[in-house]
């Protein structure tokens, strides 16, 4: 398990998810918007013309679209950081998304 940092123009939040994840995040944060745009599973994401999600929507979609089963924890909420600053040393080498 690695620690991943995301974020929904909020607070970022740290996960542990699978390896895999935290090797390629971008890849599957990439994927995740392509399922919440063309899937019919994410229709509760849609509201009206608009998309509502956050980084949690994307949690449940490793959770239980690609893995099936709850893998990834929720570590903490580092709470707002601007981003043109640095994480905090303990995440600093952290694969890091913004949704």
Same mark, same amino acid.
């Not at 994401?45 to 239980?64: D, H, I, P, S, W």
């Not at 909420?77 to 694969?95: A, E, R, S, T, V």
């Given at each position: 398990m690695?620690?991943?940092?995301?974020?929904?123009d909020?607070?970022r939040? %740290?996960?542990?998810?699978?390896?895999? &994840?935290? #090797?390629?995040?971008?890849?599957?944060?990439? !994927?995740? @918007?392509? /399922?919440?745009?063309?899937?019919?599973?994410?229709?509760?994401?849609?509201?009206?013309?608009?998309?509502?999600?956050?980084?949690?929507?994307? %949690?449940?979609?490793?959770?239980?679209? &690609?893995? #099936?089963?709850?893998?990834?924890?929720?570590? !903490?909420? @580092?709470? /707002?950081?601007?981003?043109?600053?640095?994480?905090?040393?303990?995440?600093?080498?952290?694969?890091?998304?913004?949704?």
């Amino acid at each position: 398990m690695k620690n991943i940092v995301i974020s929904a123009d909020g607070d970022r939040m %740290v996960y542990s998810v699978p390896d895999e &994840v935290g #090797k390629n995040l971008r890849k599957y944060c990439m !994927e995740f @918007l392509d /399922w919440l745009y063309t899937n019919p599973k994410a229709d509760k994401y849609r509201m009206g013309g608009a998309y509502c999600y956050n980084e949690q929507a994307f %949690v449940e979609y490793l959770n239980k679209i &690609v893995y #099936k089963k709850e893998v990834c924890i929720f570590v !903490e909420n @580092l709470g /707002w950081i601007d981003f043109n600053l640095p994480l905090p040393d303990k995440y600093k080498d952290c694969q890091f998304f913004n949704f």
